[in-house]
């Protein structure tokens, strides 16, 4: 079976940014679990590892196990006897879900998370699932000081894990880009839907990733991403990401159209308001739309 680097987009129900239980990741061997309570953590023979293990497969530093705003990655430090999860040697940073078994050298862990200590670091936020059609006036949210710091983490999250997809879509490991960035691109929808604010460049951001990602895996719930995310913040869909999405289209069969549509009509009856280049948007987008019913899904 071939290693889950990735996924489909899980949507999980949460909490959204609120308060919640603190939780943290641990590595669980039978009836221990070895907290992983810092990031990065280095787990390795060495005395001075985060982590010791013992064995002749494991190495001096043997992995590294980073925590970031959409989850657990761990990178192999060029061991001798690799790093495996759910029997698969990884080749690049892996981002990991819980239930994920980790081998390194003669031990086998479950990755799981347990309840920290009120002086743990936070996992990050909860995703909320996003609205079908939640559509939120520009404007209409204004950011609590709380937010700053997290769209702050968000952007600094979606820069490292950007860099690690990059590698993945350029040796043609669309899955796996996938797996590293699914999590981190619903989050951000989640937001947007939610009311809570999404900094023009992260979801511009966002947005170009997803159409990546449609392009790597096939799939054109990547493509309707970007209009959920641009739906649910009521702005316009940046320029460049449309055009692309004309190449996208001749070879990525299934948009939504229904949800095209809706987002197209969501323009249409604020032209008014949109600026010149906005209109031309506007058009570019209806013409998506005569292409995507000349490439149906089939």
């Excluded at 061991?79 to 819980?98: C, E, H, K, M, R």
Aim: charged share 25%.
């Amino acid at each position: 079976m071939a290693q889950r680097q990735a996924g489909e987009v899980r949507e999980t129900a949460g909490s959204g940014l609120h308060a919640r239980a603190r939780t943290s990741y641990a590595l669980r061997d039978g009836a221990t679990d070895h907290r992983l309570d810092k990031s990065p953590l280095v787990v390795g023979r060495a005395t001075d590892a985060d982590l010791v293990l013992s064995g002749s497969l494991v190495s001096r530093r043997h992995a590294e196990f980073h925590e970031t705003e959409a989850g657990l990655i761990v990178i192999d430090l060029d061991s001798q006897n690799g790093v495996f999860v759910n029997d698969v040697q990884i080749t690049s940073p892996t981002a990991l879900l819980i239930g994920d078994r980790l081998t390194i050298g003669e031990h086998e862990f479950v990755l799981t998370d347990v309840e920290a200590t009120s002086g743990a670091h936070s996992r990050g936020p909860e995703l909320r699932t996003p609205r079908e059609s939640a559509r939120v006036p520009a404007g209409s949210y204004a950011a609590t000081a709380d937010e700053g710091p997290v769209a702050t983490r968000r952007a600094d999250a979606l820069q490292l894990l950007g860099s690690v997809a990059d590698k993945a879509l350029a040796l043609g490991r669309g899955h796996e880009a996938e797996h590293v960035l699914g999590t981190h691109l619903v989050a951000a929808l989640s937001d947007a839907a939610a009311g809570r604010a999404v900094a023009p460049e992260v979801a511009r951001t966002c947005a170009q990733y997803a159409v990546k990602l449609a392009t790597a895996t096939g799939k054109p719930t990547w493509l309707d991403f970007a209009f959920r995310l641009y739906d649910a913040l009521g702005q316009t869909i940046p320029l460049p990401i449309v055009d692309e999405m004309y190449t996208v289209l001749r070879h990525v069969r299934g948009i939504d159209r229904e949800l095209l549509r809706s987002y197209t009509d969501f323009l249409q009856a604020r032209t008014a308001q949109l600026s010149p280049p906005e209109r031309f948007v506007l058009q570019r987008l209806e013409g998506l739309e005569q292409l995507a019913a000349w490439h149906p899904a089939g």
